[in-house]
């Protein structure tokens, strides 16, 4: 037998960097919130997956005191490297070139995780997080938003509320009747881990094009954090290789300007697609972060524009009296507020794609020359840091 409970604030279901940024922000201005994580608390403190976090994310972070924990554990981005393989142009990005302490960050996510949580038991009775707590369905009508909890009894729990908010990276989106996806499968995976390499990083990010797909090293600690992406069939290649082959496979695609690549660390590869949904409801749920839209990881964009999300959805909330939260009409205004930087960063991820992972003819030259282009024109470089930044 289900048990009832009625909320009458918004709840926020996931526990994630995305979920608990945006509950730290609606407990800053004053707006009670619960919070529903699957996991058990501290379930992901051990996660080294590497997160790219842009200095517009950086800005959010200190809003809410969280930077201040967090900076112990980042390694700041200076430059960004830009070029291709078995082609000429290369480009630059300086911080300095901006103005800016950096032009992004890289941290783990089990880091994240422990400076957000660390703030979250700071924050007075306003903001509850409820934790073990799966989501197993959830409905909405007319009045509200009703969602199913496994308890820890015998019983479920149903829980009523003017808001919800799906933040869980799209785990819990089968169990809403309504909404609908629109994927795209590149038929790319990314391959992952940490190398260590025979020169410092020197905070320099690089991002190099080949025809297989892009690859990315970002400094991260001592080491650089890799993302090699390509065809399905390719990354089950080199995935394949001993450790010795698999440093010169690498060394071969990526070139000299790190020195030798001396050590990977555990190896990890998942499929890369972009999706976004081609509906959502119009009242009392909104779906935010990975869990509304997924992008590949060529621009280091998903997870910032997930950030900026949370926030304009907790500014649209402050600015939305009790009585009308999950109103049509305020989230028309959200939905209608992000539509342009969360549309313009899936094309722009997705041109990056194809683009720049063919090896078709004349390619090469064309890519090269925008490259060259880019290296040039200050202007373009500074619409280009302005976006990794802050999004449009």
Known sequence: MAVKQAIDHPVVIGGGPVGLVLALSLEQSGIPVTVLEAQQAGAMYGDGRALALSYGTRQVLESLSVWPRLAPAVTAIETIHVSQQKGFGRTLLKATEHDLPALGYVVSYGALMKALDAQLAQTPQGLEIRYQVPVQQLNVNAKEAEITCQASGEHDDVLTAPLAIVADGGRSLEAIPGLVRETKHYGHDALVGLVQTEQPHRNIAYERFTPHGPMALLPNGSQFSLVWTGKQAYIDEIAALD???????????????????????????????????????????????????????VAGQGFNVGIRDAVALANNIAATPAAEWGAAHRLAKYHQLRARDTGRGLMFTDF?????????????????????????????????????????
Request: overall charge positive.
């Open 243 to 297: 450790e010795a082959a698999f440093l010169q496979a690498l060394h071969q695609a990526f070139g000299d300007r790190v020195g030798k690549f001396l050590h990977i660390g555990k190896r990890a590869r998942f499929p890369l697609k972009l999706s976004k949904l081609s509906q959502t409801f119009p009242a009392h749920c909104v779906v935010i972060g990975n869990a509304a839209q997924t992008m590949h990881p």
């Open 352 to 392: 990056l794609v194809n683009v720049f992972s063919n090896d078709l003819m004349g390619m090469g030259l064309l890519r090269g020359a925008g490259l060259g282009a880019l290296g040039m024109l200050p202007t373009v470089r500074r619409y280009l840091v302005n976006k990794m930044s802050y999004g449009s």
